[in-house]
């Protein structure tokens, strides 16, 4: 009764994530709509392929996964396969990361070499549409016969749904997604005399503040520079950092770094390393042990690794209760959910609508638990939320990130934020490693701006 009512709860927020959200700091005003955008094709009009036409239909999906998730996903087309009524045959060809698949991807649309399906990053689909090679997926989500109804449209977070929609066009759907969380210690928080999680920056420093003080107080002097957060520079956790303090890298359909809210939120965080609050560790260090060893109060992680947490606790023999949160402002949190899209290219009438069927037949909610049992990230529907009771139960803080979802953002539309993204985290790691005063982020964000609009042109 027990887990029904606590599967009853996750659901409901899961739910809450499919309505209309606040509006998006960090993406352009197209990103914030929640439904399903006027198609422009008739009402009706049907893709008008009949399904005899696709017996014998091939299609290549590029992806840019390698272990366990290839493994399910090759699993998932052998599966396809065998079991579709309409005769298609679906050939998977792994491209190792998704810099060699965009940069393969990119070299082959113009021969006669390209995939039919790509799973790329938004971004990546924005870019190879400038070039009119991206179908647009409106015409088969808005199919009579071969769509989605609008239950099942709605069954998809907006978060996750609105990412691919540009205007009216639609360039993909969601393949995968995750967001970066902080991860809390509770139970070394409430030796520190906290008894619950910061709500806003105020508590946050405090109590990263007062965790570094108790690794300067012990007896272990190696310590000393430990405590308090954990630095992390990935660049979705300063989009996070950002959105948390009301800021974002957009004005428009232009980055803007320099702006008062972002600075707060900045100079905030190097201020919190420059009093020890906040410390990095070494590269190459074992992060999910270092948080399971007490060195670090908070630590950051993705969706996905936080197993690799679980694990260590559980290997140093260290039973603290954790939790995961969003990034603390002074009014606001933020939460940047992220992820991967299939993008299907134009190819014959035949080929496009089998690429569609084998894409909606991956969204299949039974197919969606199988994706989170194996990786750990967000289920895409609800439907799929509610065969998941079980991981849910033995998993609480994977629970407690999809609890957050309804006050998730997405990442900026824009071509450009695959190099946008490289050049923040860059910039971040750098203003950590060379120990730049708190006083010259303004700089920074100026020299980050000035960047990005060069790398956007």
């Known amino acids: 009764m ?7 709860l996750l659901l409901l927020f899961f739910l809450a ?34 399904d005899e ?13 390698f272990g366990i998730d290839s493994g399910l996903f090759l699993s998932q087309v052998n599966e396809f396969n065998g079991s579709n009524k309409w005769g298609i045959t679906v050939q998977a060809v792994s491209q190792s990361n998704y810099t060699e698949l965009y940069n393969n991807v990119t070299a082959a649309l113009l021969t006669p070499d390209r995939p039919q399906i790509a799973i790329a990053f938004p971004e990546h689909a924005l870019d190879w549409d400038s070039s009119g090679q991206v179908v647009d997926l409106t015409r088969y989500v808005d199919d009579p016969k071969y769509g989605l109804s609008d239950d099942e449209v709605h069954d998809f977070p907006s978060v996750f749904w609105s990412q691919d929609t540009i205007g009216t066009k639609r360039l993909g ?52 520079g430990q405590g308090g957060w954990l630095v992390d520079t990935n660049a979705t956790t300063f989009l996070s950092w950002m959105s948390a303090f009301g800021g974002g890298v957009l004005e428009g359909n232009s980055y803007r770094f320099l702006t008062p809210k972002n600075l707060a939120a900045i100079t905030y965080v190097k201020q919190l390393y420059d009093a020890g609050c906040a410390w990095t560790a070494q590269p ?100 799929a939320l509610e065969l998941l009771g079980d991981y849910q139960k033995s998993h609480p803080q994977w629970a407690q990130a999809v609890d957050l979802l309804p006050q998730a953002q997405m990442e900026p539309q824009l071509a450009s ?38 790398l956007a042109k």
């Not at 239909?57 to 996964?65: A, F, G, H, I, N």
């Not at 619950?196 to 420093?205: C, E, M, N, Y």
């Not at 009438?349 to 969204?363: G, I, M, N, T």
């Open 173 to 224: 759907v969601p393949a995968q997604r995750t967001a970066q969380f902080l991860l809390y210690n509770s139970s070394w928080a409430r030796e520190l005399g906290f008894e619950a999680a910061p709500q806003d920056s105020v508590d946050f420093r405090q109590q990263a503040c007062r965790a570094h003080q108790a690794m300067l107080t012990d007896r272990d002097k190696r310590n000393d």
């Open 53 to 65: 036409a696709l017996q014998g239909v091939t299609l290549q999906v590029w992806m840019p996964w």
């Open 284 to 383: 190459g260090a074992d992060l999910p042990a270092v948080f399971a060893a007490r060195k670090a109060l908070f630590a950051t992680a993705s969706l996905e690794e936080l197993p690799d947490f679980s694990r260590a606790l559980a290997a140093a023999g260290n039973a603290d209760e954790w939790s995961v949160l969003p990034f603390p402002g002074q009014t606001h949190q933020g939460l940047i959910v992220y992820g991967s899209s299939y993008v299907i290219f134009k190819s014959s009438p035949e080929q496009q609508l089998a690429s569609w069927l084998f894409v909606r037949w991956l969204l299949s909610p039974e197919n969606q638990k199988k994706w989170v049992e194996v990786n750990g990230m967000f289920p895409l529907r609800a439907s």
């Open 2 to 8: 027990t887990q029904r009512r606590g599967l009853s």
């Open 417 to 454: 934020w695959r190099k946008i993204r490289v050049m923040i985290g860059d910039g971040f790691r750098a203003m950590f490693q060379s120990n730049t005063p708190a006083g010259r982020v303004a700089e920074i964000l100026a020299i980050m701006e000035t960047t990005s609009r060069d």
């Open 17 to 50: 994530a499919c309505q209309p959200a606040s509006p998006n700091v960090t993406a352009t005003p197209s990103s914030t709509q929640t439904h399903r955008p006027e198609s422009t094709f008739a009402p009706g009009a049907g893709v008008g392929i009949p």
